[in-house]
């Protein structure tokens, strides 16, 4: 059965830098395409960055040069490098596993940015 679990969220000031950790069950995480993903109070969850098996990458354009998506083979782990962190990137951070139809979930971190 996949299992995604996430780590590493907390309490940050505004420019300051997270990392977040998902770990992935060896079954799945070299042939699907890692996420995260992020839900706000009121609103949707929104895509923040994806990374592909075979290493490419695609981010929101409001972390673009802030937040790095990485994956680690050999760990079946995937990080979210966060820096110059402002109160918008406030959220419950979700990572998602991808593959054609088939989808798995963590169960989320939650990410607060505040002085």
């Known amino acids: 059965q996949a299992q995604l679990v996430e780590s590493g969220g907390g309490l940050v000031q505004p420019g300051g830098s997270l990392r977040l950790s998902c770990a992935a069950s060896?079954?799945?995480?070299?042939?699907?395409?890692m996420g995260w993903y992020r839900q706000a109070p009121g609103k949707q969850r929104d895509l923040v960055a994806t990374?592909?098996?075979?290493?490419?990458?695609n981010y929101a354009d409001s972390v673009k040069g802030r937040f790095t998506i990485i994956r680690d083979n050999a760990k079946n782990t995937m990080y979210l490098q966060m820096n110059s962190l402002k109160p918008e990137d406030t959220a419950v951070y979700y990572c998602?596993?991808?593959?054609?139809?088939?989808?798995?979930w963590g169960q989320g971190t939650q990410v607060t940015v505040s002085s």
């Open positions: 998602k596993a991808t593959m054609g139809l088939s989808s798995y």
């Open positions: 060896r079954s799945i995480f070299n042939r699907y395409t």
């Open positions: 990374i592909t098996s075979g290493g490419s990458t």
